[in-house]
């Protein structure tokens, strides 16, 4: 059972416990040890902490022969948004593919597999599903993270996602409350704000975090962005009236409330980590997540400090501390009770962790709901120059900055699955307002495949198109984004994703058309 150290007050235990930071390397560092035995409640896990399936278990493992109750979290969404599979991209398409398939009982299946393989390696809270309508379709930073513009489509598909992953004894956090998806902003470079009056908030933004407190979701986690008709002084995170009056009030939500990352510019640039972090759990926030960017010990130190400081001063109520490190140790109690299974290295479903090869759960990667999914949300448009590709293409990568929520060492496109279906595909990847021209010289006279991610929201890509099409009317133009313009080129691909399976659904369908 959990010991804590002898010698820590409650005060500072309980400042401990609403922390999830994260560390670095492939196994727990002592401090971290360390802090566990002091009353740490929760680590999160990300990409530079994944290596194998067996590490991922021997880590978790380890943290629990130091606290057998510590909430290990991830930020897992499946699609673009992968840590589990960080180096080879995932096996489960993401919200956007699963909004175009809608079919709610496939949702929450891919939710419960994805469920059952974090926690067959310990991991029993996942920062996921993202609840964001995608209203704005220029948004950079939600996007194919988000099930669609339909709030109807979008409330259901979320509902369905928390009891799929709940399923499998992983605690759900549904994102990013109140709403993420009208705004035009990058909540890690600044602060976004929403300025839609409350009636569209109401029936638009609040509906789906509606249907994911009616699930049972475990956790909810705030956004780092300014909505006037809430609050027109604090951002959601630091907002009592958003997170008190209206999430835990007004909407009855009584689980934990975890804030997004702490380190992000629109919170630290403005009031610091520190001050940030005492104001959010004051708001009513219950868990403070800190460590994608900053990942060491003296920052736990620095915040543990700043809230027994802040309850000291009378900045911060003691009881309001105490009440959100209750809600912690209160989760991380729920998700011991729904573990049935020993972490093992069984993160792939045995299947295997090369880049084009499958991860299906048995041998027969067509019965992996990972890949079904992901071939359902295919849209194929045969335009007028339609040619089956027979030989070797030329995969042409349009390539955009990745937001930092993605990553830029995750792997996309579809070159990787093509050259296995067709030996001697070639690639490049291209950028800017050269892109166009360079990709042709490179491709020489292979036919192109031309591989594109919002293609609407990127003026050099959409000419890049331009130039390709108009010298070569044959190309195939895949759109791994949120497709927006109408379907361009002999054959127009919509995978409504960017994840490894995703790109394999395409290039079957490019081999096979």
Sequence with gaps: MTTIASGTDTLTRDALAVLQPGFTGTSAPSWLLRRLGEGLASVGLFGRNIATPAQVAALTAQLRAERDDVLVAIDEEGGDVTRLEVRTGSSFPGNHALGAV??????????????????????NLNWAPSADINSNVDNPVIGVRSFGADTSLVARHTAAYVSGLQSAGVAACTKHFPGHGDTAVDSHHAMPRIDAELPVLESRELVPFRAAIEAGTRAVMSAHILVPALDPVHPATLSRRILTGLLREELGYDGLIVTDGMEMQAISATYGIERGSVLAIAAGADAICVGGGL???????RLRDALVAAVRSGDLPEERLADAAARVRALAAWTASTQTTTPSASVNGGGTSERGSSSAVGSDARTDVGLVAARRALKVTRGAHFAPVTEAPYVAALTPVANIAVGDETPWGVAAELRRLLPGTETGSFTGERAGAEALAAAG??????????????????????ILLAARPDTVV????????????ALHIATHGAARVCGLAAAEAIAGA
């Design 478 to 489: 895949v759109e791994m984004g949120v497709p927006q313009s109408p379907p361009r080129g």
């Design 102 to 123: 809608d079919d709610t009982a496939l949702t929450e299946a891919v939710a419960h597999e994805l469920g059952r393989r974090l926690a067959a390696c310990g991991v």
């Design 295 to 301: 990942s060491d010990e003296p920052t736990v130190l």
């Design 445 to 466: 006279s292979r036919r192109v495949v031309a591989v594109v991610r919002d293609a609407h929201r990127h003026t050099w890509m959409a000419e890049a198109l331009d």
